[in-house]
């Protein structure tokens, strides 16, 4: 992977993408994330396939710590030849390299090219786009950039990458990590995306989830059940403001839940379990 040498000290963090992705973490979790993060940055490289040394290196020593990080690797990290591989940090890494070698050639040059000053024929020289006159054919940057959707990231985001050559294998690996991201459980997203499929048709289903991996919406799980209904003509513009809430509240508690792929029984018997112990000992 084209890097910087280990030089990387700096890379973006989109506060809203990121809490979106990880509002279902503990504390402890939450700060085994960013430390990873930090360590993959800085050593423009995938984390020790072995736990005990992906510990080490963010300093977890407590039974929970180390929990913390094991919970996190398998979540949010992808587990390859080369170790744990993250593919936001890999598209940054390869962004600022890229960034740092523009800079390096224009160095040589002398510097940043001078912009040219329009002539007097701005239709030869500056296409504009029909009908909009005042736009050129360049693009301003993107202000938030995001990761490749084929891959797992916090985040949040890079609709360039789901073009219409993107094939349907990458649009299921791409929603299925946008899912992910939102705090749905791994093992849920696959049943979230086939159950839209049974109810939908895969036709459907397929557009839907290549525009939701270039809108990147915060909640990927009502994007794709709202387009969906709207693609058959099912309307919800008339639900009542408290079942919108409800909803929300429900998607926030407990993602599979709201998602339909995990009876509301189960959860609430699960929920009632866990408490259990904690009741007794208390």
């Known amino acids: 992977m084209p ?9 973006p963090h989109h506060i809203g993408d990121y809490l ?43 039974k929970d710590e180390r929990k913390a990080v094991e919970t996190v690797l398998a979540e949010f990290f992808t587990l390859t030849d080369a170790g744990w591989t ?51 054919n360049s693009q301003a940057p993107n202000p938030n950039p995001i990761t490749n959707p084929s891959y797992s990231v ?9 073009d219409a050559d993107m094939s349907k294998d990458e649009l299921w690996k791409a929603g299925k990590s946008l899912l992910s991201q939102s705090g749905m459980p791994v093992a849920q997203c696959g049943s979230f995306v086939g159950k839209l499929v049974k109810d939908y048709g895969e036709l459907i289903v397929v557009e839907v989830v290549r525009a939701a991996v270039v809108e990147r ?16 003509g099912q309307r919800g513009a008339n639900e009542p403001a408290w079942r919108a809430e409800q909803r929300a509240r429900t998607q926030q508690a407990a993602p599979g839940v709201a998602a339909g792929v995990v009876p509301a029984t189960q959860f609430f018997a699960e929920m009632e379990a866990s408490n259990v112990a904690p009741r007794l000992l208390g």
């Open 20 to 62: 979106t992705a990880t509002a279902h973490l503990t504390w402890q979790e939450d700060c085994a994330y960013r430390r990873l993060l930090d360590v993959y940055y800085s050593r423009e490289q995938a984390l020790p396939a072995e736990v005990a040394q992906a510990c080490r290196l963010v300093r977890a020593q407590s």
């Open 217 to 232: 919406p915060a909640n990927p799980v009502e994007y794709l059940k709202a387009a969906c209904m709207r693609s058959v």
């Open 86 to 136: 993250h593919a936001r940090c890999e598209a940054e890494i390869v962004k600022a390299s890229e960034a740092a070698e523009r800079a390096r050639v224009n160095g040589k040059k002398g510097g940043r090219p001078p912009k040219q000053k329009p002539t007097d024929n701005p239709e030869e020289t500056h296409p504009v786009i029909s009908g909009n006159p005042q736009k050129s």
């Open 3 to 11: 890097g910087l040498g280990g030089r990387l000290n700096f890379y």
């Open 154 to 162: 916090p985040t949040g985001t890079g609709g360039a990458a789901a």
